[in-house]
């Protein structure tokens, strides 16, 4: 793969920050293992990624927020028992390569367009339902998140995270908006 061209908000390269979210490995292992695993997929493609601490995925890991890290945490433990363990693997590996884009305001939407789909899985498993993560084609054709079949009837999800028409505004508010 080529190098992106690509110049950080923030100077640096993302090796500090990979060892940050990897000093979390005992206390947060499924957290852990998604963050870094993105990181590191990215990291020789798009190695001066320190602007990824705009991100509040990555900023709980270097700021310390051990609420939301726990909060990611059960929210995979929950996904990994009502995917199984390779149909999480199978979401973790979707993640990665979704996520491989050079603009911070679109890695940042991937990523809450992924959560949101661990919590449209959780929903049907919590009905009792069993999901099945589907793993798309890699084309440009929409496919659904998942499925879960009864006796009479199988049903899909495709779960979407809502953007303002224009995204880069959408993502400059989100982060500057008064509270």
Request: a negative charge.
């Amino acid at each position: 793969m080529d190098k992106i061209a690509y110049t950080p908000l923030i100077p640096g390269n993302a090796t500090e920050l990979l060892h940050t979210i990897e000093g979390y490995k005992q206390q947060f292992p499924k957290t852990v293992k998604v963050f870094s695993s993105i990181l590191l997929a990215h990291n020789e493609r798009h190695p001066l990624l320190e602007d990824w601490l705009i991100l509040p995925h990555f900023q709980f890991f270097w700021s310390h927020v051990d609420e939301a890290l726990q909060s990611f945490e059960n929210l995979y433990t929950e996904a990994e028992q009502a995917l199984s363990p390779h149909g999480f693997s199978q979401w973790i590996e979707e993640t990665v390569t979704q996520t491989d884009c050079a603009s911070t305001q679109v890695l940042c939407d991937r990523l809450y367009d992924y959560q949101l789909q661990l919590y449209g899985g959780l929903y049907l498993a919590r009905q009792g339902l069993s999901p099945e993560f589907i793993n798309p084609t890699h084309s440009d054709d929409p496919s659904p998140d998942f499925c879960v079949g009864t006796p009479k009837r199988t049903y899909v999800l495709e779960s979407k995270f809502v953007h303002t028409y224009e995204k880069h505004a959408s993502f400059w508010h989100r982060f500057n908006e008064p509270i």
